[in-house]
Structures are given as structure tokens and as C-alpha cells.
């Protein structure tokens, strides 16, 4: 499973164990702005059997140099296109059964993939060590290596999918299947596809894969404090003022109810990057908040999951804590303080019952799901979530029993758009064949120290990256709006 990101990282994580439950998890980490950390990581609170971090040609070299029968691709839409051509490029030439040609630069010999019996869950990103096979004697002629199969290729997104609705989707076009988290987003998926004569067959309706925990009960009095959760985001609202308001507010609550208990669940620690840019972290916001925080109102970390298990009301403005709160049967609340608007996100939630706003929270309003827009939104706590995959269990099995899959056919091709795909591509290392570029092409054949010092200075010049975006851009864009 591929991630380049701590929330992609928890999706694609759990979405392979959802698939394919009792099979090895191979993890890799895509290098770039957004790579979590350990901290991060274990903050999720899903581990994997192996972990490393790759760039595009490393990831490409590993995935077709071992028999993995299935792949989780939990990136930005970019990241997946340029994969898809990656393993197009290494495995065609025989029906999607091709040679991995980054193994064969590398030496190395594979063994070939075999198809489980159907109904059988694959191993999700998974393989078994590769065989080695003894070196030939001088002079003799060796029979080339039988094709080996490529990947089954399975992708999707990560939460609510509000904006660059087209643009995300055929950038994942070409997977085999693209998961859809509601009945709701798969009918929207298959009419993207529709609409420029794509192939649909590839979109499967399945539920976000972190839906989950003990249905809510009410507290009995003086069990514990009334607790108010409001989730934070890292990007909307997107500027200070803006921030600024639902922080006071969210204080202004705690001192109008002392008896509550207000959580400001955040994403991340200052310098951590997680999907989406946070310049004005709430962390620096409170530090400038006048008279600070109340006492019964405070800053916390940790699994969503957990901070939900004492929660009686979720406030947020459009993140997808309000889908696992709803999933729960905890009170949500998706707020209209700064409007309905398509730049945050809350407008997906237009007909649930959830919009309120903190003056209505204030004075002790609790939303009410409506449960039509739950049941489309795949949220519903009505037993049904425990069957949400065996749809893509049954696709993905069927695809693995076939003697060849097809080959990797993207919408996007220099013929399709000619003016984008080959900028997408350059940005991950790849030209427009699919073969990597720059230093990620000869990588395999760099010796041992060669390698080391390679890696030494792009971590290097990874972390000067990392500063230039999360501190000195911030503080040039807030100068030129002075």
C-alpha cells in the first residue's frame, strides 16, 4: 500500500485490511511535502508488517519486483495517474501479464504471481520473499522468465469528496477499481466516467474504511462531564480571521457552559504536514487567544476514535470526524458560522440536519441526522457497514482469478491531453512512457556508497523543502498581504 500522507496513510491502511483481512501489509511512504511521521503514524493507529519510504521509480521497482497481488494507491490524484503509467509501462507487452522490466535493470528474479481461488481474499500490497534462482554456468543459455502478472490496482478517496471532483477522478481512471465511500459518490464516480465515454466497470460501492467504535449513549449524570468535541482542520478555513472566529467561539462555549468540558481536536503539531497545507496552526492562534483558554476547554492529540468515545457533540465545518460522529450516533453539528460555501466543504452537507451554528450550539441546540442522507452517505449504523466490502472483495477476487488481467488503460494519454498528463508525469519522476527520469533511473545501478550519499543529500534537501513550505512560504504570503 502507497501513501503520501498521514490521512492517505490511515485510508489505504485500513481500506487493505477491510479487503483483504489476515494478509501481510507491505507499507510504503511516498517521499514529498506531506510524508508523515512517526509520531503521525502511530497516531493512526494502524501498523503495517513492513514500512519504508520510496520515491516513484523506488516504489515502481519494488511493487513489479515482487508477486503482490493487490496494490492500495492512497494518494493525491497526481501521484496515482503517474503510478498507473509506471506499472502500465512495466508490465505491458503481454496482456497486463508482462516482464517487470525495473527488475530485469535490477537483476533481480521474481517469482511468478499466482491467482487465488475465487472467493479467497488477495494479500493487499502483500508478497512472499522472492525466489532466487542459481546463477548459469558460463556459456550456457538460459530460458527467459515466463510473463508473471501484474497487480490487481485499487484506489479511491480519502474522505468527502467536495472539490476537483472530474479532475481527481480521471486522474485515478485506469485503476481496477476506484472505490466509491457511499451509493451517493459511486453514482456521481460512474457518471464522470460516462461523461467522456471512459469505462465504469472500474468504480465499486463501498464505505470509508474507518467507520467504526460503540454506538453513543448519553451519559448518566455525574458519569463525566458533557463533552463538546470540535474538529479542526488543517485548510478550511483557509485564513486567519476566519480561524480566529471559531476559535473564540469554540472558548466563548466552554465559559458559557463551565459544566461542559470543550475539546479543539487537532490534526498535527506545529512543522508536521498532514494532506492539505496548514499555515495558521490553531496551536499559534490560542497562544495570541485574549485571556487564553478557559479551564474547561483545551487543546488534544490522538485517534479520532478514541477522543470520540467521550464525545456528545462533534462540531466542525466540514471534516470527515462529522461522518465517523454520525456513524456512531453521536449529536454533529457542521458549521454555518462562515457560510454555506463550496470553499469549506460544508455544502456536501446540505440535507442532513447537521448545519447549526455556534449561536444555536450556544443555546443548547442538537442537531438531528436526517436518515435518508445518511443511509446515501454510507453512514448509517444499521448493521449494514459489516457487508460495505464485500463488493470490492468479490471484484477484486474475480479479477485475480482471471488467467491475465488487462492491461493498465489511463483516460489520460499524450493523445487525450497532450497539454496536462506530461506535466503530471514530470512532476513524479516519470516521462511521458512511464519510465522514470533524472537520478530515480539509474538508481538500481548505484553502488552501496553511491546510494548512501544520495540518500543523505536528498534528505537534506527534503528538509530544506519541508521548511520553505511550512515556514518561510506562510510568513512571504501573510507580508504580501500586508
Request: glycine residues 12%; charged residues 20%.
Amino acid at each position: 500500500m502507497l501513501a503520501d500522507s498521514d490521512t492517505r496513510w490511515k485510508w489505504g491502511a485500513l481500506t487493505a485490511h477491510r479487503i483483504a483481512p489476515d494478509h501481510r501489509l507491505d507499507g510504503f511512504l511516498l517521499r514529498g511535502r506531506a510524508t508523515p511521521t512517526a509520531r503521525q503514524l502511530d497516531e493512526v493507529g494502524v501498523r503495517a508488517d513492513s514500512l519504508r519510504e520510496v520515491t516513484t521509480a523506488g516504489f515502481l521497482r519494488a511493487v513489479t519486483g515482487e508477486p503482490y497481488d493487490v496494490v492500495v494507491l492512497a494518494c493525491v490524484g497526481g501521484a496515482v495517474q503517474a503510478m498507473l503509467h509506471g506499472l502500465a509501462r512495466a508490465t505491458s507487452g503481454s496482456g497486463g501479464a508482462g516482464r517487470n522490466a525495473a527488475g530485469e535493470a535490477a537483476g533481480a528474479a521474481a517469482a511468478p504471481g499466482t491467482a487465488p481461488a475465487p472467493g479467497t481474499a488477495p494479500a493487499p500490497g502483500t508478497a512472499p520473499a522472492p525466489g532466487t534462482a542459481p546463477a548459469p554456468a558460463p556459456g550456457t543459455v538460459t530460458a527467459p522468465e515466463p510473463p508473471r502478472r501484474r497487480p490487481v490496482v485499487v484506489t479511491g478517496y480519502v474522505g468527502v469528496v467536495y472539490e476537483k471532483l472530474a479532475d481527481g477522478l480521471l486522474l485515478r481512471h485506469g485503476a481496477d477499481v476506484v472505490l466509491a465511500n457511499s451509493r451517493h459518490d459511486a453514482e456521481r464516480f460512474r457518471a464522470v466516467y460516462a461523461g467522456v465515454r471512459a469505462g465504469t466497470q472500474s468504480v465499486v460501492e463501498a464505505a470509508l474504511p474507518f467507520l467504526g467504535g460503540e454506538t453513543y449513549r448519553e451519559p448518566a449524570p455525574g458519569e463525566r462531564p458533557y463533552t463538546v468535541c470540535f474538529a479542526v482542520q488543517p485548510s478550511v478555513p483557509d485564513n486567519r480571521a476566519g480561524r480566529d472566529h471559531l476559535l473564540r467561539r469554540a472558548a466563548g462555549h466552554a465559559r458559557l457552559h463551565p459544566d461542559r468540558e470543550v475539546l479543539i481536536k487537532l490534526r498535527s503539531k506545529p512543522g508536521e504536514h498532514t494532506t492539505h497545507i496548514e499555515e495558521l496552526p490553531y496551536q499559534k492562534l490560542v497562544a495570541r487567544l485574549p485571556g487564553g483558554l478557559p479551564a474547561n476547554c483545551r487543546l488534544v492529540y490522538g485517534h479520532m476514535g478514541e477522543v470520540l468515545d467521550r464525545t456528545d457533540l462533534l462540531v466542525t465545518v466540514s471534516s470527515t470526524a462529522a461522518l465517523e460522529a454520525l456513524h456512531r450516533g453521536i449529536p454533529t453539528a457542521v458549521l454555518t458560522d462562515l457560510g454555506i460555501r463550496e470553499a469549506l466543504g460544508n455544502h456536501h452537507f446540505l440535507g442532513s440536519g447537521c448545519l447549526a451554528s455556534w449561536d444555536e450550539l450556544d443555546a443548547g441546540h442538537r442537531p438531528e441526522p436526517d436518515r435518508s442522507w445518511l443511509a446515501r452517505q454510507g453512514v448509517a449504523a444499521d448493521g449494514h457497514y459489516e457487508h460495505a466490502f464485500d463488493a470490492a472483495r468479490e471484484r477484486i477476487a474475480e479479477l485475480l482469478a482471471r488467467p491475465a488481467l488487462p492491461p493498465i488503460a489511463p483516460y489520460y494519454t499524450t493523445a487525450t491531453a497532450p497539454g496536462y498528463l506530461p506535466g503530471i508525469l514530470t512532476r513524479y519522476g516519470l516521462d511521458t512512457r512511464g519510465e522514470p527520469t533524472g537520478s530515480g533511473a539509474d538508481d538500481t545501478a548505484a553502488g552501496g556508497v553511491r546510494q548512501a550519499v544520495r540518500g543523505a543529500v536528498r534528505d537534506a534537501a527534503r528538509g530544506a523543502y519541508r521548511h520553505g513550505v511550512q515556514r518561510v512560504a506562510p510568513v512571504i504570503r501573510r507580508l504580501g498581504e500586508l
